[in-house]
């Protein structure tokens, strides 16, 4: 993660301890059910090592958490998000980097990103939480988003809703791309 406007490692391991133990579940099960190592786990949650959003997303999958819950620490009840400033993850695999915005409270079920992109490699997600739903806006740029097996070009303006609770994929088009991503979960 980058240190400046990332969410830090210390609110990232308070929170995957306190989801962890509310789960019921052990440090190697969680590990073994999210496909990580237990060795990485044990870092991520004494605030060392670099989780990127895939790992980190495969944690709240399995923990059965909107992403969100844990890389945003607590907010006032005033809450600005500064331009180029937010808890980010980066994907491990392609320029992909998600500002988290505003997390969903327990009735709202829904977590807002700015998204930036750069042409290269294509971010691939996997299934979130059934039900889930991506909405998406294109603020500059175009990209290529959607399920794996029907992903739409979108320009400035455009906007597109697919499931999320399936394989789905972001690749930019153009450089300098950016988007509003807003993840509904059941």
Not at 113 to 138: F, M, N, Q
Request: negative net charge.
């Amino acid at each position: 993660m980058p240190a400046q406007g990332a969410a830090p490692l210390a609110v990232v391991a308070a929170a995957l301890r306190r989801e962890r133990e509310h789960a019921g579940l052990s440090r190697a099960e969680l590990a073994h059910r999210a496909g990580i190592a237990e060795s990485t786990l044990a870092q991520l949650e004494a605030g060392s090592g670099d989780p990127g959003v895939e790992a980190l997303g495969s944690l709240a999958t399995t923990l059965g958490v909107p992403l969100s819950r844990l890389v945003e620490p607590p907010t006032p009840a005033v809450h600005v998000v500064r331009a180029g400033h937010g808890p980010r993850v980066r994907s491990e695999h392609a320029d992909f980097t998600g500002t988290l915005l505003s997390a969903g409270s327990a009735g709202a079920r829904r977590d807002i990103y700015l998204i930036r992109l750069e042409p290269g490699a294509v971010r691939t997600a996997d299934a979130h939480t059934p039900g889930s739903v991506e909405h998406v806006v294109v603020a500059a740029g175009s990209l290529r988003a959607g399920p794996e097996w029907g992903p739409a070009e979108l320009g400035p303006g455009d906007y597109a809703v697919f499931p999320g609770d399936a394989p789905h994929r972001y690749e930019a088009l153009a450089p300098g791309t950016f988007a509003v991503l807003v993840l509904e979960h059941p």
